[in-house]
């Protein structure tokens, strides 16, 4: 069955960009969190990098490719939570997490809301954030772009940013490696001085609408391009074998 030929969604657009993140990763565990990098590390896995592994975020080890949602008829491994604690030390993993806060060195917050001593929200802890910066590839995922996200400060350190990085003893930040930010609005790297840059924005988003919600100067550097869409390919594996359901229009609604 072919797909039909129709408007590239906002949320397809996204599930590529998170792709793109682990194409050039070779044989590395891809720990997406969240529904569109689930189907975006399962997109690159099906076209750009078939020798990623794939987990079902709980303990197996994927030996094809499902729709999300459906558990696998193939499983090559098991990987339950005590090992993924191995993996972590050893490196050969590429994480891309969530954020409440992120700031413009790539600290991230998912701990709580307001002052440490009394915080207005309290979240999910800083959890696995400090050791997945620190040792693995880390990326984030940002499905809503706003200035209660991108912050000047976050106020809590979950995940390391590139200036704590940077200050820290060269045993800490020898493995700390920030990649890329893929939102709802664009796709955002690192300049060479550590900070948020923004790489390119998606169709139908200007440059300015970016900006202005984000809590801080972003980097520019020239001409902002805009993010590539899918391929025919691509949107006839996402629309008929990853996401048949259309969940991914739940996460980015369309534009």
Known sequence: MSTPTTTVTRAE?????????????????????????????????????????????????????????????????????RTVFDVVAYGKRHVMMGASQLDRYGNQNISAIGDWAKPKRQLLGVRGAPGNTVNNPTS??????????????????????????????????????????????????????????????????TVDQVQEATGFELVLTGEVPTTREPDAEELRIIREVLDPRGARDREVPPA
């Open 140 to 205: 984030y995922w940002v499905p809503k772009h706003s200035t209660r996200v991108f912050v000047p400060a976050v106020d809590v350190v979950s995940g390391v940013g590139n200036d704590r990085a940077a200050a820290a003893p060269a045993s800490a930040r020898r493995f700390h490696d920030l990649r890329v930010v893929v939102t709802d609005l664009a796709v955002l790297d690192y300049d060479p001085a550590g900070l948020l840059r923004l790489r390119s924005v998606h169709p139908g988003v």
């Open 13 to 81: 657009v996204c599930v590529a960009a998170c792709a793109d993140a682990w194409a050039g990763d070779g044989e590395i565990l891809a720990s997406p969190m969240g529904l569109v990098p689930t189907i975006g590390a399962r997109l690159c896995r099906l076209t750009t990098n078939p020798d990623l592994v794939l987990s079902d975020g709980e303990a197996l080890l994927l030996g094809e490719v499902p729709p999300v949602g459906t558990p696998p008829a193939v499983v090559e491994g098991w990987l339950p939570f």
